[in-house]
Every structure is written in C-alpha cells, then in structure tokens.
C-alpha cells in the first residue's frame, strides 16, 4: 500500500515537472497551447514511441503536416514582400527557408532538444542535436501551433524566424537539386515526377534512408542520407547528373 502511494507521489511530480517544463518552451515559442497534447506529441521522437509503452503517436504525422503549412506560409510571405522577384528566384528562396539546416538553426534559438522525447539509445547517440531531428520537430511544433490556434498563430510564429532570414538570403546560394529538377520536368506538363522511398535500415539513432525519383514510373535517380529529405535531395542530384545538368 506504502508502494503505491510513493508511485502516485513519482507519477504527481513528474506531471507538475513536465508542465514547468512545458511553460518554458511555450514561453520561447511565444505561444501557449490550448491542448498540450498537440505540443507533447510535436515533441515525440518515433524511437521514444516505440521504446515507451503508452507514450502515444510520434511526432511523424504532425511534421508532415508542419511541412504543407510551412510551406504555404513562406510562399505567400515571399510572394507579398518579393513583388520583383521572378518564380523561378522565388522557387529557390523558399527552398533556402525551409530546408533542414534552416529548420535546425530555428529550434536551436528555440532550444527544442531539451525538451525532445527520445529513446535511451537516441539520447545517447546525440538525438538531441541532430540536424534531422531537429528540423522535424520544427515542423512538427508548427503543425502542433496551427492545429491548436489557427493558421495566423502558425504564421506569426513562423515568420519570427523567417522574416529576418529571408533578408539576407541569395537565391542561387542554395543547391536544391529537387527544384532544379521540377523546374526541368515543368517544361513538359505531361511528364510526372515522384519520389519513393525503397529503403529504410539502422537503428533508431542512426537511420539510413534509400529513395528513387520516379518519371513516368522510369527510375532517373537514386539517393541516400540519414534522413528522407537529404536522401531525396541525392536523388535529384543524381536524375539531374544522368539528365547532363
């Protein structure tokens, strides 16, 4: 009986500490949720999902949706504050904005990794910097913003970080072989781009991701990283090698 009062105690604090905790993130986010559910599953790593019984969904879904919403957001700020510049800069700017080494430094100022919900094995393999993470969280507590408070509560916390980013930045000073690519495969509206991800292996800490960019279903490209946007990225690299580009 003594037992479980002490586990009812342990499971009490740990409640109160968790929502402390919370409260400094939301603090920095400059956002304070509605439903916190949104937030702690923005901040669920698949490897703590799967290691932890009843720890709930991963982030995975949220980031997904994070990624449509981030990307609307910058496209329509750089289509108003940009009324000079052509598509195909405007193309290449936004891909500068949202690509992973800009998503990480936000949640690095932000400082997201402390409050990450990893597995022991991803902690201990440095989870809680990794670029990839990082990035994915970003778009996963965007997500977590707009599902929880609405598209300009979403645009708001967005443009804090891209509005001052977007200054300085040179259309052709960001390699993104995939827009490259489209821009390519655009001139011909019948032909149809896809890219599909063939392979998955490594443990949780150290993913390997495989993925083919598919034209008509013909295969133009493979590529490989530790994460599915870098693997993509290889891939458009290599269609655009074998295209002569």
């Given at each position: 009986?003594?037992?479980g009062?002490d586990?009812?105690?342990n499971?009490?604090?740990?409640e109160?500490?968790?929502?402390?905790?919370?409260?400094i993130?939301?603090?920095r986010?400059?956002y304070?949720?509605q439903?916190?559910?949104?937030?702690?599953?923005?901040?669920?790593h698949?490897?703590?999902?799967?290691?932890?019984?009843g720890?709930?969904?991963?982030?995975?879904?949220l980031?997904?949706l994070g990624d449509?919403?981030?990307?609307v957001?910058?496209?329509?700020?750089l289509?108003?504050?940009q009324?000079?510049?052509p598509e195909?800069?405007l193309?290449k700017?936004?891909?500068?904005?949202?690509?992973e080494k800009?998503?990480c430094?936000?949640?690095?100022?932000?400082?997201v990794?402390?409050?990450?919900?990893l597995?022991?094995?991803e902690?201990?393999s440095?989870g809680r910097?990794?670029?990839?993470?990082?990035?994915?969280?970003?778009e996963a507590?965007l997500a977590a913003?707009?599902?929880d408070g609405g598209?300009?509560?979403a645009?708001?916390?967005?443009?804090?970080f891209?509005?001052?980013?977007?200054?300085?930045?040179?259309?052709k000073?960001?390699?993104?072989?995939?827009?490259?690519?489209?821009e390519?495969?655009q001139?011909?509206p019948e032909?149809?781009?896809e890219?599909v991800?063939t392979?998955e292996?490594?443990?949780?800490?150290?993913?390997?991701?495989?993925?083919e960019v598919?034209?008509?279903?013909?295969?133009?490209?493979k590529?490989?990283g530790?994460?599915?946007?870098?693997a993509e990225q290889?891939a458009a690299?290599?269609?655009?090698?074998?295209m002569?580009?």
């Amino acid at each position: 009986m003594h037992l479980g009062n002490d586990k009812r105690e342990n499971d009490l604090e740990s409640e109160s500490m968790q929502k402390q905790d919370l409260s400094i993130l939301e603090k920095r986010l400059e956002y304070q949720f509605q439903n916190r559910k949104y937030l702690i599953t923005a901040l669920t790593h698949s490897s703590y999902a799967n290691e932890v019984k009843g720890a709930g969904k991963s982030n995975e879904r949220l980031e997904f949706l994070g990624d449509s919403v981030l990307g609307v957001i910058v496209a329509d700020y750089l289509f108003k504050n940009q009324p000079n510049m052509p598509e195909g800069d405007l193309t290449k700017t936004r891909a500068s904005l949202v690509c992973e080494k800009a998503l990480c430094s936000f949640s690095r100022q932000l400082g997201v990794g402390e409050f990450l919900l990893l597995s022991h094995g991803e902690q201990n393999s440095g989870g809680r910097t990794r670029p990839s993470i990082l990035a994915d969280a970003f778009e996963a507590i965007l997500a977590a913003i707009y599902l929880d408070g609405g598209m300009e509560q979403a645009r708001e916390f967005v443009l804090r970080f891209v509005a001052p980013m977007a200054k300085s930045v040179k259309p052709k000073s960001f390699k993104d072989y995939k827009t490259v690519l489209q821009e390519i495969i655009q001139q011909n509206p019948e032909e149809r781009l896809e890219y599909v991800l063939t392979g998955e292996s490594g443990p949780d800490h150290d993913k390997h991701f495989t993925v083919e960019v598919h034209l008509n279903s013909n295969v133009v490209g493979k590529g490989g990283g530790r994460s599915k946007k870098e693997a993509e990225q290889q891939a458009a690299r290599e269609a655009l090698e074998l295209m002569g580009y």
